[in-house]
């Protein structure tokens, strides 16, 4: 009988290993590739403007590498001409607003550097060869502490972060050229402007070639996150819960919608859009001087809403078991609050999206604060027996206190709106019809219009109206009466979600 020994076995099993990684080698490979293209595929199709904007890096680096692949511009900058090429690399971003905010900041601070350099170092240069490097060394490190404590402010280092680190490496680096470097002008001169020429570039790329709009991205966020929210509170969950606590164990799926959770870490996001949209010229409905400010202070509420609903849902998924008695005298009032601060958001949401006064929401707030109200008299009442459990009490009175202060919240984002909407012009959709009142017969509309004693109406609206689910054509100007009344009922129909009846 032989025996093996462990060394022999040992070895036999790792070259057994070895073996076995070379010939799935190619199994793996191609595995991983699938896997990769697969996630490119998917990251591509997210958000196409990805692929734009990397169609437009590529563009603006092979235009600015012309200074070096064409002789006389390259005779004209030399080497200095890859600064062109490095501005385009750090200061392009993926929105209009990121790279002209990068852009300006990278120009003023290589320009103000620029200038207190070369003060700097005639200053150095007045004080002869030994006392030039011990003052150069002084302002370099005046500017640099400064500067650096600068960056510490917060409003500073939301918007000048960027021209703060130019700033200092510019300054330092003509500063101290300057003193091996005779042509300290003309260095200056060609540093400034290769980044010009390199800002430019991105900036005037960004903005022709399909442009990507921060304080547009701003403002689907904030209309989707209300969305968001109304998916929550529109979901039967309450209902649900009230169903559950009545029969007992219940059957129906347990996982209610999460959508909601992306807005509790909304913040960064929403304050750095914000900064973008600042630097961005005026485009489409966005003009001068735009609100971007009360965006910030109605996702701030929105978000408030959201830390009450995610506790909501908490208590909504939780196994303490209600009391069937008392859930079944609140159950009207909290389905009621749900139902409409949800439809109350969602038509705030569609408000802001189409940028269009969110008047039709007030109502939906009113019925929610009527049954909060009512909810609120029902609880100081005698609601349950002085031998009842408070264990099976408290789950009850947790989620009407939580949909109550849900309801608050909404009314807070309701104003935060309205004021959002009055600071940044959103159109009116009430019509303006001339106070004339008239009636038509039944069987007038097909008498000649000569014969028709008919007012002038007038109907005004500035733009297109509802809320892309279904298309209204309005008229300006002199029309038939019964024309008037087919147009007003195809906007009723509009705003109420149905369809209206076609033209003849």
């Known amino acids: 009988m032989e025996i093996v020994s462990p060394a022999s076995h040992e ?25 990769t293209a697969g996630n490119t595929k998917k990251l591509a199709q997210d958000d196409p403007r990805r692929v734009t904007h990397s169609i437009k890096v590529g563009l603006a680096l092979s235009l600015v590498s012309l200074f070096y692949y064409y002789q006389p511009l390259y005779d004209n900058f030399g080497v200095p001409a890859m600064w062109a090429i490095m501005t385009v690399v ?28 070369l003060g700097a170092h005639h200053l150095a240069n007045l004080s002869g060869h030994i006392g030039e490097p011990i003052l150069l060394g002084l302002f370099v490190f005046i500017q640099a502490a400064t500067s650096t404590f600068v960056r510490f402010f917060p409003k500073i280092k939301a918007r000048y972060d960027y021209g703060l680190l130019i700033f200092i490496l510019t300054f330092s680096l003509i500063s101290v050229s300057g003193f091996r470097d005779a042509e300290i002008l003309e260095l ?28 547009e991205d701003l403002h689907n966020l904030i209309a989707l996150n209300m969305e968001k929210l109304a998916n929550f509170l529109e979901h039967p969950s309450v209902i649900e819960y009230f169903k559950k606590s009545e029969n007992g164990d219940s059957n129906d799926d347990k996982s209610f919608l999460q959508g909601y959770k992306s807005v509790l ?41 959201a830390y009450r609903i995610d506790a909501l849902s908490g208590h909504l998924n939780s196994d303490i078991q209600a009391e069937p008695e008392i859930c079944s005298k609140i159950q009207e009032a909290c389905t009621t609050m749900s139902l409409e601060s949800g439809k109350c958001l969602r038509e705030l949401a569609c408000g802001v999206r189409a940028m269009t006064h969110p008047s039709s929401a007030k109502p939906h707030i009113s019925k929610a604060k009527i049954a909060a109200k009512k909810l609120k008299l029902l609880l100081k009442s005698s609601l349950w027996e002085q031998d009842a459990d408070l264990l099976a009490v408290i789950p009850s009175v947790t989620v009407a206190s939580l949909l109550i202060d849900i309801v608050n919240c909404t009314e807070k984002i309701v104003d935060s709106v309205l004021e959002l909407a ?33 007012p002038q109406v ?10 892309g689910l279904c298309p209204v054509k309005v008229f300006t100007g002199h029309v038939r009466l019964w024309t008037c009344v087919r147009i007003l009922s195809c906007l009723v129909k509009t705003f109420t979600g149905h369809k209206p009846f076609p033209e003849t």
Request: net charge positive; with cysteine; hydrophobic share 40%.
């Open 11 to 35: 070895k036999a099993s790792l070259s057994t290993r070895v073996w076995w990684w070379f010939e799935t080698l190619p199994k793996r490979l191609t595995a991983k590739v699938i896997e």
């Open 90 to 117: 750090v200061v392009f971003e993926f929105s209009v607003g990121a790279t002209l905010g990068k852009g300006l900041n990278r120009a003023l601070a290589t320009l103000l550097a620029g200038a207190l350099g």
């Open 188 to 215: 200056a001169h060609k540093r400034l402007s290769t980044v010009l020429i390199g800002g430019s570039s991105c900036v005037i790329i960004s903005i022709l070639v399909r442009p990507v709009w921060a304080g």
């Open 265 to 305: 870490n909304s913040k960064s996001n929403e304050e750095s859009l914000a900064n973008f949209a600042r630097w961005e010229p005026c485009h489409g409905q966005f003009h001068f001087r735009h609100p971007w400010k009360q965006y910030l202070t109605t996702g701030t509420r929105t978000r408030e809403c």
């Open 422 to 454: 009055s600071l940044a012009h959103f159109k009116s959709l009430d019509p303006t019809v001339s106070p004339e009142k008239s009636q038509v017969g039944q069987g007038e509309p097909d008498k000649p219009l000569t014969e028709i004693a008919c």
């Open 458 to 467: 007038v109907i005004i609206v500035d733009g297109d109206v509802g809320c």
